[in-house]
């Protein structure tokens, strides 16, 4: 496209050319290809569809001549553009549109430093250059389209080949997001997931202004909703263009928003996003196809992910109790003494369960289990777990407390099992040991918790031993 800018110049004896075509994001034809023009003039000039240049064209397309420039825009009252075409001394200037398919695409410009009057062969050959830039421009638009699309496909092939090796809920998302940024330049993006059992959105990775956060809401009348309601993508140009689709937008607007739904089997997973605080049509349908790419890639990895996470918990799970299983009681214990900071282990025992079970059976013994163990998980909450260690014994591990904390929490579980099990007879016996003061390996620990436990079986039970 450089050469016919020159070669159009050139053949009618012009000073300078250039090239405007339509730039979406500012709404204007914009200079693309410029010959013999100041940076500067090239950098401000734009025409909107309102300018009298374009409107001439588009009512009878042909030729639109300027003989007089200056005298054009000091008439018109513009002093901005009478100001511009001074500092480059142009005083002619002829317009040629370029069309594709019957749409005005673009125009082709000849500007002249003195004062110029076009000939009908003129006219002609500049024509001729426009047909030129046209079957040009069409060219570069299919060889770009050709770039984009073997983009795409990089782009699925690498992100395929990355997350087939990631099995980790949390790196599959950060891996997602590291390859959005890498096609899509953001510092805003969140990947939300819809739990449709208790229709609330968890917002699973959100990075806002390059920072990462999480959250969670209900579900409501958000973009993410609209999105994950109807199946599709959605391309905000402009936040005005929120106001047509009938929601109600979370958070601080964006100028510009793209989102896509993560579809898994016919499922909607959840929705990826990207905002644009500052720009207006920041996001194009390029970007969208891209983004949607990603997505088909994404919900596989996540959904992946998701069943590897259940199944790697239903390995650490007991399947009676919910708790812990014995198994992920060591790995974590041996976790914490790795870390170093300090922890108290708890062993609590059943006194008198046998005896429930051989008089009224183990699906009844099962049922006091299982509500004994929702109970201590409740009293536990976040300050540590509960794992099954065994039978009807059961170990809680807590991060390290106050001493008088830590009795009064115990002493509540003691008393809930005491007043639960007053009709059998049943309570429950403890033993503490604390890391690092009593011991600092493993088994040595859960030997000391062991002994103060039957300490306390063997003073008649329903107490714990510190």
């Known amino acids: 496209m450089q050469r016919i800018v020159i070669k159009a110049k050139e053949v009618v004896g012009g000073d300078a050319s250039s090239l405007l075509l339509w730039d979406e994001r500012s709404k204007q034809y914009k200079i693309r290809v410029s010959y013999e023009l100041s940076p500067e003039y090239v950098r401000v000039v734009g025409l909107s569809e309102e300018d009298r240049v374009i409107k001439r064209i588009k009512t009878s397309p042909g030729p639109v001549e300027i003989p007089d420039v200056p ?149 409501g009348k958000g973009l993410t909703e609209w999105i994950i309601k109807n199946r599709e993508p959605l391309l905000i140009r402009k936040w005005e263009d929120v106001e047509k689709l009938g929601v109600k937008p979370y958070g601080k607007p964006a100028k510009s928003w793209l989102g896509v739904p993560l579809i898994y089997r016919n499922q909607v997973l959840g929705v990826m996003a990207v905002q644009d605080y500052e720009r207006e049509n920041a996001y194009n349908e390029t970007h969208l196809a891209i983004l949607s790419a990603i997505a088909t890639e994404a919900a596989i990895a996540i959904e992946n992910a998701r069943l590897y996470e259940r199944l790697k918990e239903a390995s650490y799970t007991d399947p009676l109790t919910g708790t812990w299983n014995r198994r992920r009681f060591f790995e974590e214990m041996k976790r914490r003494i790795k870390k170093g900071k300090p922890f108290v282990l708890v062993f609590l025992d059943l006194d008198n369960f046998k005896y429930l079970n051989d008089t009224f059976g183990h699906l009844y013994g099962d049922k006091i289990l299982v509500d004994i163990a929702k109970t201590i998980k409740k009293y536990v909450k976040e300050a540590g777990f509960i794992s099954r260690y065994g039978g009807d014994e059961f170990a ?35 033993g503490v040991a604390r890391y690092p003061e009593d011991a600092v390996e493993l088994e040595r620990l859960i030997h000391i918790a062991d002994v103060k436990l039957y300490q306390a079986k063997r003073r008649g039970g329903n107490r714990v031993v510190y």
């Open 71 to 219: 005298g054009h825009f000091k008439k018109m009252g513009d002093k901005s553009s009478l100001e511009q075409v001074r500092r480059e001394g142009i005083k002619s200037v002829i317009s040629i549109p370029i069309m594709l398919d019957n749409r005005l695409i673009g125009t082709l410009h000849v500007y002249y430093r003195r004062k110029h009057r076009f000939s009908n062969e003129e006219r002609e050959l500049l024509k001729i250059f426009a047909r030129l830039s046209a079957i040009a421009i069409e060219n570069a638009a299919f060889i770009h389209e050709r770039e984009l699309e073997l983009e795409r496909l990089k782009v699925i092939h690498r992100i395929g080949l990355k997350l087939s090796k990631v099995r980790d809920f949390r790196r599959v998302l950060r891996s997602v997001y590291e390859e959005v940024k890498r096609v899509i330049p953001t510092k805003n993006f969140y990947i939300a997931l819809y739990n449709p059992k208790k229709k609330e959105i968890s917002f699973d990775i959100q990075v806002e202004e390059g920072k990462g956060t999480r959250g969670r809401r209900k579900f």
């Open 396 to 430: 809680l591990v807590m991060g390290y407390q106050d001493e008088k904390i830590l009795r009064k929490l115990i002493e509540k579980i003691r008393e809930y099992v005491e007043r639960k099990g007053e009709k059998w007879g049943i309570t429950v016996s403890g």
